[in-house]
């Protein structure tokens, strides 16, 4: 029994990844817990999955990222702003609840406060002048990601941390995490079933919305989506990097928004819903959470623990 206990604790530390991003110190120190979003190459949305919902052509995604677990809440927004984040009005809620009354580019703000605070290049080239605007990066400077077609005017190619795009958003939420097909659940809660309304919880199969009078804490938003991700069907409005036309080649263009709120109905929390939103509007129903390039090694580690797992069912079967 010695030798497959030791395989098995080889495979625990071989697939110790890293699953919370920390920022700050001391009383202003705050955590961002991460899924990974593997099986990149899958298809994108045109209708298989089962459901009666579905996109066309979004949740196609040619590399793995990473989505943030939770929805950026205000104590976060709180604790950057005493780490030095300026000009973000976050606001309607509080504590462990959703940030929200936030525009794309407060969002975005925060996006670049995380990346520069590590020694990161910041994701969006944004300006504050008594209010917020943006300019689009040079060619050169553009990311090869998140763009619709071509590169992406909005994100910076060395950014590690970035609001998601619509097909990186829509794959976290709704693609059904069985291998590089193009299968997607109709719910970001890994079902095609209409989630059961709920003020809070992490039960399977439930959301927050169906008249709920606040968002939910970002950690008790209901079940998870395939990959983990919790509160992307119902809660808050998540805002999306990507426009709405997706070409990202003009800074005032509307941004997207999904997922649907707290005291929405059905109609907004399923993989069709969407609503488009200038980036220097906001609303107490919208808030976001990030994403960012995938753990250094992760491929090695997930191979390494592939091999160690194999191994250890090859010597129980002696």
């Not at 990222?65 to 509080?94: C, P, W």
């Not at 399977?204 to 008790?220: E, R, S, W």
Request: glycine letters at 12%; aromatic letters at 12%; a negative charge.
């Amino acid at each position: 029994m010695l030798k497959p206990l030791v395989l098995a604790t080889s495979l625990l530390l071989c697939t110790g990844i890293a699953l919370a991003d920390t920022f700050g110190s001391g009383a202003n120190a705050f955590t961002i817990d991460f899924v990974t979003i593997n099986n990149a190459g899958n298809g994108h949305d045109n209708g298989a999955g089962g459901g009666v919902f579905s996109s066309t052509d979004y949740g196609g995604v040619d590399y793995d990222f990473r989505m943030a677990t939770y929805e950026i809440s205000q104590d976060i927004i709180n604790k950057a702003t005493n780490l030095g984040l300026a000009n973000v009005t976050a606001g309607a809620h509080t504590g462990n609840q959703p940030a929200a009354d936030i525009t794309w580019y407060e969002a975005a703000a925060l996006v670049n406060f995380l990346n520069t605070s590590k020694g990161y290049q910041a994701a969006y080239d944004l300006i504050y002048s008594g209010g917020w605007s943006m300019s689009l990066w040079d060619v050169s400077d553009q990311a090869t990601t998140g763009a619709f077609t071509g590169t992406n005017g909005y994100r910076h190619k060395d950014a590690y941390y970035f609001l998601p795009s619509e097909d990186e958003w829509y794959k976290a939420a709704f693609h059904q995490n069985d291998g590089v097909t193009a299968n997607y659940w109709d719910y970001a809660t890994g079902s095609n079933t209409l989630p059961v309304a709920v003020a809070s919880g992490t039960s399977a199969n439930t959301a927050v919305y169906g008249g709920q009078t606040n968002p939910a804490d970002v950690n008790l938003a209901g079940g998870l989506s395939a990959y983990g991700a919790m509160g992307m069907s119902g809660n808050i409005w998540e805002l999306i990097e990507s426009s709405e036309d997706g070409a990202n080649d003009s800074p005032t263009k509307n941004r997207l928004v999904r997922g649907g709120a707290f005291d929405n109905t059905t109609l907004s929390i399923n993989s069709e819903a969407f609503v488009a939103f200038l980036p220097d509007s906001d609303a107490d129903f919208v808030g976001f959470r990030v994403a960012s390039v995938p753990e250094p090694g992760t491929t090695a580690l997930f191979i390494c623990s592939v091999a160690l797992l194999v191994a250890m069912r090859r010597r129980s079967n002696r």
